[in-house]
């Protein structure tokens, strides 16, 4: 018998342990570790944050599912990782602190024979001062954050209603975020939404971003062929903020937030302000704070995780310059480097670089975006680790299967306004996520592969992966159908 | 900090603004972009597309 243990129950880490209890043997034990006891499908809370979905429509209880398909549900969150064991017992376990009512506090040692680190990231608020739902701006993060964004927006509704004149500042609200297309969507939401309400000419709009282009999205932009052009993603994306009328500022790393103001610096290396009476700034990811120790109880931690808190995998970290990078520095198995039972998926694994070019403004300070492993990548990362965690406990001595985001493509699909009829969304493909330019000189994507066109039809998708994927994600029959 | 930092103000006339400068698309463009028939044939082809992305991913993996 085996002990497989997950660590996280976000898309990468639900996908992960789903398919793990398929594959393994019922002798085989699937333990599951979150800190909370809801699943939350995080792209519609986009449609949370501006009201038109209540929160409960994106989350469910965990704990139904997993006793329904026999896996091991621990709501508790992970401390330190113990990958050789103790001095008193030399079998690995991770050192956990739960946080169900009733339990809350108390630490237990889970032992495990392979263990997936799929914990997503910290939301890293505390990176600029006065940033944060606790603090000086909203986010849509989490369910919670989204409905606080929700009726912050409704009670400004309201105020224009009356004719009061609002600004609205969304974006990024750190130099080095990633998960631009969060920001995207909400802003292009958020103004289909004030058109709805009637209150659009009292409203400006500014999105304020650490991309160097609009539609950078951390992955170097995307370039499409379009009326006889290759054209890129920047094109499209200033396209449709100019045709919402909404304003932009780029290359900006927000320092300070305060009530009402917000102060950033530009990659030219001014100081600037904007003040606002609503502001949706996404925070920077780093790892959760996981700690590691050896047999003896020393801390291994740098071994295990880069400097961001996120695991080091089977990727290239060495330093070099970015004429250097490459695709093939990208991890394909997503085992540790320091211990083969170990794994990382989704936003935990460190990636090798960032995938759009660095910049840094005269004071040294990194303005650009990192590079997204949300969605389907995460999705697929978990279930490729979980094939190979099952390969391994039935006898292969390595990881067999790989998914790496330089051989992979995405599909992804922006809300740009929630309506049946009248809504629209940019629906993109791209192939690979990270670019290869030994495989594609040019653009570094396969550009027969890497579309992207805004409309009606987006939207409907849109819906339609909302409940297919939370179908999916409740384990219902014919799960295994719909695919990441 | 305010002090001496420079005050955001946007733009007053069009060509002081970046969107100025943008492509923006036509009313055929715009009209398209919610044409029911035009949109069903594209929810096809888009999902098509995703469909052929998400199996050569998985391909030889």
């Known amino acids: ?484 | 900090m305010s002090e001496q930092t420079q005050e955001y103000k946007p733009a007053q006339r069009a060509n002081m603004k970046d969107s100025f400068y943008a492509t923006k698309p036509t009313g055929i463009t715009l009209f398209l972009r919610t044409f029911l028939p035009w949109q069903i044939w594209r929810f096809v082809r888009i999902n098509w597309k995703m469909l052929v992305i998400i199996r050569r991913s998985h391909k030889g993996h």
Request: glycine share 10%.
């Open chain 1, 1 to 484: 018998m085996a002990r497989v243990v997950v660590l996280g129950a976000g898309i990468s880490g639900h996908t992960a342990a789903a398919f793990l209890r398929k594959w393994l043997e019922k002798t085989d034990e699937v333990v599951v570790v979150s800190p909370l006891p809801d699943y939350n499908w995080i792209p519609s809370n986009i449609w949370v944050g501006v009201g038109l979905m209540k929160a409960e429509q994106v989350v469910f209880p965990l704990a139904p599912v997993y006793a329904r398909h026999g896996i091991v549900f621990k709501q508790a969150r992970a401390v330190a990782l113990y990958p050789e064991g103790s001095e008193a017992n030399a079998v690995p376990f991770v050192e956990i602190e739960w946080t169900q009512e009733g339990k809350k506090g108390e630490r237990e040692q889970v032992p495990y024979d392979y263990l997936v680190n799929a914990t997503g990231p910290k939301l890293n608020f505390g990176a600029t001062e006065g940033l944060g739902p606790d603090k000086n701006s909203l986010s849509v993060c989490t369910p919670g954050h989204a409905r606080e964004t929700a009726a912050v927006l409704r009670e400004l509704i309201e105020q224009m209603k009356r004719g009061e004149r609002k600004r609205f500042v969304v974006g990024t609200g750190h130099g080095m975020c990633t998960c631009e297309g969060a920001a995207f969507e909400y802003v292009v939401n958020l103004e289909f939404e004030l058109r709805a309400h009637g209150v659009r000419d009292k409203a400006e709009i500014v999105y304020l971003s650490n991309e160097y282009e609009l539609g950078d999205f951390g992955m170097d932009g995307v370039r499409f062929r379009r009326s006889g052009y290759v054209t890129p993603s920047n094109i499209f994306t200033e396209s449709l903020y100019a045709e919402r009328g909404i304003d932009w500022i780029t290359r900006a790393h927000v320092k300070k937030v305060e009530p009402g103001r917000a102060y950033y610096e530009t990659l030219g290396g001014e100081d600037k302000e904007i003040s606002f009476d609503m502001a949706m700034l996404l925070p920077p990811f780093s790892g959760v704070g996981l700690k590691a120790y050896d047999r003896k109880n020393e801390d291994i931690t740098p071994r295990l995780f880069a400097a961001n808190g996120f695991m080091k995998v089977d990727a290239d970290y060495a330093s070099k310059p970015y004429e250097q990078w490459r695709a093939g520095d990208w991890p394909r198995y997503y085992q540790s480097s320091a211990y083969k039972n170990l794994f990382a998926a989704g936003i935990a694994f460190a990636p090798p670089h960032a995938v759009s070019r660095p910049h840094l403004s005269p004071r040294g300070t990194p303005i650009f975006a990192a590079p997204p492993r949300t969605g389907m990548p995460s999705a697929m990362i978990g279930k490729t680790v979980a094939r190979s965690i099952t390969d391994m406990i039935r006898g292969s001595d390595r990881p067999t299967h790989t998914a790496s985001m330089a051989e992979m493509g995405a599909a992804c699909v922006a809300s740009a306004g929630a309506n049946a009829f009248k809504g629209t969304a940019a629906s993109i493909t791209v192939f690979p996520i990270v670019p290869d330019y030994e495989r594609y000189p040019d653009y570094g994507r396969d550009l027969d592969y890497t579309m992207g066109e805004i409309g009606l039809a987006g939207h409907w998708i849109k819906i339609l992966l909302h409940h297919m994927f939370l179908y999916k994600a409740h384990l219902r029959p014919g799960w295994t159908l719909i695919p990441e």
